[in-house]
């Protein structure tokens, strides 16, 4: 269950509190706190120091904008890494009645053995067993930041459904027991007032970006709806798109804005 900054001082500073919208997704900040000291302290370290200007928001992105590189400067060389998993299902299917010979008095007998050997000596036990694989499986799935049994992501402003690939992405990991715990890092909803206060959107010149009317494109924009933001992240969280696997999930504020001033 999740609870915006509530009931989160035993396990987050103040200035992650201060500065983040925070929703704790089936105990993350816990099991941080307890199974992931060296990465909670990684990431802590990453996000206290994490500042934006308003040239930051204000300067067209390419493929990888200045602020996720922010982060990534200081999580790389403490050892986060990009990590992509990819695997065959290999599945055992044993159907039908045990065969004359392999049968036992006790049935727990006969099933303590289907699930203890493997596919070749059930057949020659004369089990009925096939086996059947499903190529790619698992088909690939990225993260761009892991250390240890924690997974970290960035969305500043890519397109709502990135969350899905990163929830679902969370979930493999997860489910492969290779991750404890995910922390995904997105916009709050209280960054939307200081798009609409600031204005045309800039060029890489400086100047402002025009549409095909000639008319100043506002930076409001950019920073859409249907972009990465807290909003397009819950309703998946609730809706339990990452499965079993913890996730915290924290929203930039204006707070981390050096040069604001409302």
């Known amino acids: 269950m999740a609870g915006k900054n509530v009931g989160l001082s035993k396990y987050l500073p103040p200035e992650i509190l201060g500065r983040y919208e925070v929703l704790n997704y089936r105990n993350a900040a816990e099991i941080l706190a307890s199974s992931a000291k060296r990465e909670r302290a990684d990431l802590l370290a990453a996000l206290s120091g994490f500042a934006l200007t308003i040239a930051d928001i204000r300067k067209p992105g390419g493929n990888e904008s200045d602020i996720p590189k922010k982060l990534s400067a200081v999580l790389r060389p403490r050892g986060w890494n990009e990590t992509r998993i990819k ?64 997974a970290f992501d960035v969305e500043w402003n890519s397109k709502d459904q990135t969350f899905d690939r990163d929830l679902y992405a969370f979930r493999a990991f997860y489910e492969c027991d290779l991750i404890d715990v995910a922390v995904v890092l997105t916009r709050s909803a209280d960054l939307n007032d200081v798009f609409s206060r600031l204005g045309p959107e800039l060029d890489a010149s400086g100047k402002p970006r025009l549409d095909k009317a000639g008319r100043p494109k506002l930076l409001k924009t950019k920073y859409g709806a249907s972009t990465t933001w807290m909003g397009k992240l819950v309703y998946r969280l609730d809706a339990g798109r990452q499965g079993g696997c913890p996730v915290l999930a924290l929203g930039i504020t204006r707070r981390v804005i050096t040069d604001w001033k409302d």
Request: without cysteine; charged residues 40%; aromatic residues 4%.
């Open 87 to 150: 695997g065959d299902l290999h599945i055992t299917k044993v159907t039908g009645k045990i065969p004359r010979g392999v049968e036992s008095d006790d049935d727990a007998d006969v099933t303590e053995q289907i699930e203890t050997i493997d596919l070749g000596e059930m057949r020659r036990k004369g089990l009925p067993a096939e086996g059947i694989v499903r190529r790619n499986f698992l088909d690939g799935h990225k993260v761009d930041f892991v250390k240890g049994r924690v």
